[in-house]
């Protein structure tokens, strides 16, 4: 269970400015989407609440404390990137269960764990696969499986269906919220794909150039874009 509370939170790489001011209420079990286009900003705030980049000014609070400076290990956040990054030399079973051996839960833990997670994710028959004789889904859904079992507080997704075809990516697109229906973990997830967002998330997130643009459910933004940006955003096609 987690809420988030981003607050006034700034990014520079050197001089540069990228992100300006940052923020953003999320509340406990909520699907937000953070949708602009590339360069905008998104993987940069998505990884500065997984701890992966340090935050220049303002601050992450999960749950009323503070995460600024807690190493990712510790912040209970699980994120799915695009690239899945498995393990090729690791069985799928292994591949989800990697990240509880590294914190030391014993085996017979890792093994109901990992089976559960399989199962909410139809990978049961699968298991004693390695991820080069898997499809591109069922990778991904590998690299979900990795985060679920951890049971984290938070789910951060970057990206995670960009380099799937149209067909799968829409497939995927109703796992990964059947899943959120399923477990109502907190989720914030990363694309620069509209329909995406207006087709997945509670809530829509537009940014542009390093701050926020608009906030709104999918109707919102499309009945009341406040900005050109959000409007032609918005409007166009993916
Ligand atoms: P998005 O995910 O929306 O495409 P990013 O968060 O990756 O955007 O990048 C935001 C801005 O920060 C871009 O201008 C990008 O060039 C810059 N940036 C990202 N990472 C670095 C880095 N490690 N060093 C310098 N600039 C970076
Ligand atoms: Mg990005």
Sequence with gaps: MASIAIQDVRKSYGP????????LDIDDGEFVILVGPSGCGKSTLLRMIAGLENISEG???????????????????AMVFQSYALYPHMTVSKNMGFSLKLAGVPKREIDEKVLSAAEVLDLKHLLDRKPGQLSGGQRQRVAMGRAIVRNPKL???DEPLSNLDAKL?????SEIKELHQQLSTTTVYVTH??????????RIVVMNS?????TGTPME?????LTRFVASFIGSPA
């Design 169 to 173: 990516r829409v497939q995927m697109r």
């Design 59 to 77: 601050q992450v609070a999960v749950n009323g404390s503070v995460i600024n400076h807690l190493p990712p290990r510790a912040r209970d956040i």
């Design 16 to 23: 540069l400015e990228v992100i300006h001011g940052v923020s």
């Design 210 to 214: 390093g701050h926020i643009e608009q």
């Design 193 to 202: 794909d509209q329909v995406e967002a207006m087709t997945m998330a509670d």
């Design 155 to 157: 789910f951060l997704f």
């Design 221 to 225: 933004l499309y009945d009341k874009p």
